[in-house]
């Protein structure tokens, strides 16, 4: 099947409102991010397509403006809820710490895939939750993602991964100069071993790090 092929099926699927599997969409785009000539002619329409099968199956969107400033005041109320946590004590001060901990986590995983996207020319449409448990993401352009390099674009995907394991550890010595309750080191501690787990068992075979592995292997024509 050529390119023109699959997009072709790919655009008729999306009119009939079917999904893209089995359309050669995805293995075309496979095709695409490995051959940077063909994915310079083709990127734009291939964006096109993503982004419709994107609306169509994901309602809880919002523009990537409002959702970034929604994450970024999210990020600022966690920092603002650690400076609150330092002035209790006792259980109150926990659940501060705990509920900072909680939006800082949520909040900068997705930030910081749209912060490095747009560093390394990578621009997005929306932010928007999926997934079971629900969560927050960031739809890249797809136009601009074919025509990042494969490095930028695994850098890109990293990114995100490697900040949620860093805010666990990060804020260990804070709480410790707070003197909070200890069972909340534990709790940081038991997250940032976790996380790095599920990167180890789970992430890399259907998240952030099997898209760098992916990206990396494209890297090298493979």
């Known amino acids: 099947m050529t390119i023109d092929e699959a997009l072709e099926r790919a655009e008729r699927a999306l009119g009939d409102g079917r999904g893209l599997d089995g359309t050669g969409f995805w293995p075309t785009v496979a095709r695409l991010r490995r051959d940077r000539a063909l994915a310079e002619q083709y990127a734009t329409r291939v964006a096109a397509i993503d982004r419709r099968a994107f609306e169509a199956g994901v309602r ?4 990537i403006g409002v959702g970034v400033t929604v994450l970024t005041i999210g990020t600022l ?3 603002g809820a650690l400076a609150i946590a330092s ?12 509920a900072a901990f909680g939006l800082l986590i949520v909040s900068t995983h997705s930030l910081a895939h749209y912060v490095v996207g747009r560093v390394l020319g990578i621009r997005f449409t929306h932010a928007f939750i999926a997934g079971m448990p629900p969560e927050p993401g960031v739809k890249i352009d797809y136009a601009t ?5 494969p490095r ?9 991964a490697i900040v949620s394991k860093l805010v666990p550890f ?5 709480a410790l100069t707070m003197s909070a309750w200890a069972g909340v080191v534990w709790i940081l501690v038991g997250v940032g071993v976790l996380t790095m787990g599920t990167d180890v068992f789970i992430s890399t075979k259907i998240s952030d790090w099997k898209k760098v592995k992916r990206e990396l292997l494209a890297a090298r024509g493979r």
């Open 145 to 149: 993602y074919l025509r990042s390099s």
């Open 77 to 79: 109320i966690g920092v």
């Open 170 to 174: 990060v804020l260990v010595p804070v």
């Open 87 to 98: 002035d209790l004590s006792g259980w109150s001060q926990t659940i501060a710490f705990l």
């Open 152 to 160: 930028s674009r695994a850098l890109m995907h990293a990114s995100g």
């Open 60 to 63: 809880l969107r919002l523009p």
